[in-house]
């Protein structure tokens, strides 16, 4: 890890999503230093193109592109407003291989990712991509899982009665 004078490089994967803008919040407000470098890493998602019509391939390829751009032009919106130094990059492949790959080539000292929050069964199928991010990363991995409405307020109310069976 780079010390506080140094300048540290940490990778945050971005796909648009709330739990994506959530873990860049928990960066923010929790873990960034003065010095930090980030890079804000978006792996689009890929299709099996190989039946479809070229008609529905251009329709895809054009989609993509525009949801590329909007992940893009938010990314430097962040990096600009929060006066950060970093860049944006995307890759092609599967998300949890390409964050890992483009941590290694940025020389990252820290991925920050956040988490769907899949039960068992549905990671099971699915599949992860913090948990293979975490298992597969040459660096420490920092997942943030945002809390559901319910569990927070169910967290809340346990803290009042608390403090109401104190009083």
């Known amino acids: 890890m780079a010390t506080p ?3 540290r490089i ?3 994967a971005t796909d648009g999503s709330d739990h994506s803008d959530y873990a ?3 960066y923010l407000q929790h873990v960034r230093k003065e010095n930090d470098s980030v890079c ?3 792996v689009p998602e890929s299709y099996d193109l190989t039946l479809a ?10 989609d993509l592109k525009k949801k590329l751009k909007i992940i893009e032009d938010k990314s430097a919106k962040k990096i600009q407003e929060n006066k950060l130094h970093g860049k944006f990059r995307t890759g092609q492949g599967k998300p949890g291989e390409v964050i890992c790959q483009l941590a290694k080539e940025e020389k990252a000292d820290l ?4 988490t769907r929050g899949l039960g068992k069964i549905r990671r099971t199928f699915l599949g992860s991509v913090s948990d293979f991010v975490v298992h597969h990363a040459d660096m420490p991995v ?3 899982r945002q809390e559901t409405k319910g569990k ?11 403090q109401q069976k104190k009083a």
């Open 111 to 114: 991925i920050v990712i956040g």
């Open 53 to 62: 019509s070229p008609a529905t391939v251009d329709s895809i390829v054009k």
């Open 24 to 26: 860049f919040d928990y």
């Open 142 to 144: 920092l997942v943030c």
């Open 152 to 162: 927070h307020d169910d967290k809340e109310k346990q803290q009042k009665e608390k």
């Open 10 to 12: 940490v990778v945050i």
């Open 5 to 7: 004078e140094e300048k």
């Open 40 to 42: 804000l890493v978006n």
